[in-house]
């Protein structure tokens, strides 16, 4: 079983930008597809962007599409969001999620490894 941890959370202004990073233990992420979720406060946990197990695929929320940016490095057993033009929407607890063989699932129920979240605050 793969564990998951995120890091690289933070506060920034509108307009900037922020890396999260996702951290596997446990076995390799070659075999996984990986996925970004968010939950912002008072809000449901949504999709952000996913990655297939091979990186041939990406698939984007429309919120984020042009914003931000997912890669996964399977030799460092990480994946990454690049976070780029920054919203006070964008603010939320954002999640890193595998799901073993998958194509870039945006359903959350796909997903059956999570981290506990980091938090990005984005102020106006």
């Known amino acids: 079983q793969v564990q998951l941890v995120e890091s690289g959370g933070g506060l920034v202004q509108a307009g900037g930008s922020l890396r999260l990073s996702c951290a596997a233990s446990?076995?390799?992420?070659?075999?996984?597809?990986m996925g970004w979720f968010r939950q912002g406060p008072g809000k449901e946990r949504e999709f952000v962007a996913a990655?297939?197990?091979?990186?041939?695929?990406?698939y984007y929320a429309d919120s984020v599409k042009g914003r931000f940016t997912i890669s996964r490095d399977n030799s460092k057993t990480a994946m990454y969001l690049q976070m780029n033009s920054l919203k006070p929407e964008d603010t939320a607890v954002y999640y890193c999620?595998?799901?073993?063989?998958?194509?870039?699932?945006?359903?959350?129920?796909?997903?059956?490894?999570w981290g506990q979240g980091t938090q990005v605050t984005v102020s106006s």
């Open positions: 446990g076995r390799t992420l070659s075999s996984y597809a």
């Open positions: 999620a595998a799901a073993l063989w998958g194509p870039a699932y945006s359903a959350p129920e796909r997903y059956d490894t």
């Open positions: 990655i297939s197990y091979n990186g041939s695929s990406t």
